[in-house]
């Protein structure tokens, strides 16, 4: 047995557990941070944008100086056919500047971890935590391969899916339904490409969610960021639809890279990177209780993502839930009392932020998964009023709202697009 003993031992080097170990090191605290991959973020697979709110309540100011891509400042919805793609293209002066940026997260990750051992953490990367050591119900260290760890205060963000809050009865096994697939390609080009292509200046780049074509009309949506040198693209699908509906993933994806309104700005790219992850989407219904003796659940392994529809989040929420962690071990450890009375001021101190939000949207993924015209028949719609309302033949004009209902009545039904606009108005 080894008699390495620390105050904290934050499990995960994702941007949840690299913010817990940067918090609690910056407050003079002895901190082990446990990464099973060779470096932070080299497992770890996002969209790849973070809103830096988030990153200025960790460390004010010195975000500016993390590994971010392009502030985003175009925001950008297509809605896809099998052969077109109707673009609503936003350029928005009113947005706060440094509201978002596009982001690898292996750099991020990396980063974000340096911080944290410049701070005073130690971080042990390549060490994988096989179980929580419990002693008289209170959680005292973890296990990695032959060796024990102990510590005041375990914090796990150790991703979807946590084996070691399931081992401790925080947890129960995920399930499709309150899950979706992601894949995503890391596509490089030349900063001048990105620029022209995207209609961006050095610096800036796009967020485009797509709708649609793009899935096969299973749940979900695609994505494309710009960053300095690449682009990230990628597909997010409703794990049960996806079964039912029989489509294989890695299909979809290099379909989409095909796809006559996404090919152009892809064209001559070079595939840099591929990955695929499980994005916890069952909200508050399947979140995992966040605390227990001497124990505290963060980020993607609380399952604090939130999926409106239009945005997807999930890093400003796992930084936030680092900082409320972080503060509340540093309270019971100055206070000598690790209980789990104690560390419930973690939940308290996320009441008005991250689970307010996800009580807000707490019926959306519910929406999204029960509204398959919004994949399929919407689309079709949106395509043929604007071809409609452009098709010039010569023949006698009519005026657009006439144009406009014939659209719509030839493809979908009136009833049906009232009674999804009233559901997504209550959930989204």
């Not at 003079?28 to 790849?48: P, Q, T």
């Not at 490089?188 to 796009?206: H, K, T, W, Y």
């Not at 962690?325 to 206070?335: F, K, L, N, T, V």
Request: charged residues 20%; negative net charge; contains cysteine.
């Amino acid at each position: 047995m080894s008699d390495d003993k620390f105050q904290a031992i934050v499990v995960g080097g994702g941007v949840a557990g690299c913010a817990a170990a940067y918090r609690l090191a910056k407050a003079g605290h002895e901190v082990l941070l446990i990464e099973r991959g060779k470096s932070a973020g080299s497992k770890n697979v996002s969209g790849g944008r973070i809103y830096a709110y988030a990153l200025e309540q960790l460390m004010p100011g010195e975000w500016q100086s993390a590994p971010l891509e392009r502030e985003i400042k175009r925001e950008a919805i297509m809605m896809m056919t099998p052969e077109s793609g109707i673009l609503v293209n936003s350029m928005l002066p009113g947005l706060p500047d440094k509201m978002s940026y596009s982001v690898l997260r292996a750099k991020l990750d990396e980063w974000m971890a340096k911080k944290a051992e410049d701070a005073g953490a130690m971080l042990a990367t390549g060490f994988c935590a096989e179980n929580i050591i419990m002693q008289d119900g209170k959680a005292v260290g973890v296990k990695t391969g032959d060796e024990e760890l102990y510590a005041d205060i375990i914090i796990l963000a150790d991703g979807v899916n946590s084996l070691l809050a399931q081992g401790v009865g925080l947890g129960k096994p995920i399930t499709a339904e309150n899950t979706a697939v992601a894949v995503k390609m890391v596509i490089g080009l030349s900063e001048e490409q990105i620029c022209d292509r995207f209609n961006v200046p050095a610096g800036q780049g796009m967020a485009m969610l797509m709708v649609g074509d793009c899935t096969k009309g299973v749940s979900g949506g695609g994505f494309l960021y710009t960053n300095k040198n690449s682009v990230s693209l990628g597909l997010v699908l409703d794990s049960a639809g996806l079964k039912a509906a029989k489509e294989n993933i890695a299909d979809l994806i290099e379909e989409l890279t095909q796809h006559p309104a996404i090919a152009p700005y892809l064209k001559d790219g070079k595939l840099l990177e591929y990955g695929a992850h499980l994005i916890p989407e069952g909200g508050l219904a399947s979140m995992p209780k966040l605390y227990g003796e001497g124990l505290m659940v963060i980020g993607d392994a609380a399952g604090m993502v939130v999926n409106s529809a239009i945005t997807v989040r999930g890093m400003d929420y796992g930084i936030l839930s680092g900082i409320a962690a972080a503060d509340a071990a540093h309270e019971a450890i100055e206070a000598g009392d690790c209980s789990a009375k104690k560390l419930s001021s973690y939940e308290s101190a996320i009441k008005q932020t991250v689970l307010k939000d996800m009580e807000t949207f707490k019926h959306a993924h519910e929406f999204m998964a029960t509204t398959p015209d919004m994949f399929s028949t919407y689309p079709k719609v949106a395509e043929a009023v604007m071809t409609n309302l452009f098709t010039i033949t010569g023949q006698p004009a009519r005026r657009a709202p006439l144009l406009v209902k014939d659209a719509v009545f030839k493809n979908a039904s009136l009833w049906q697009m009232f009674k999804d606009g009233l559901k997504g108005a209550r959930s989204i």
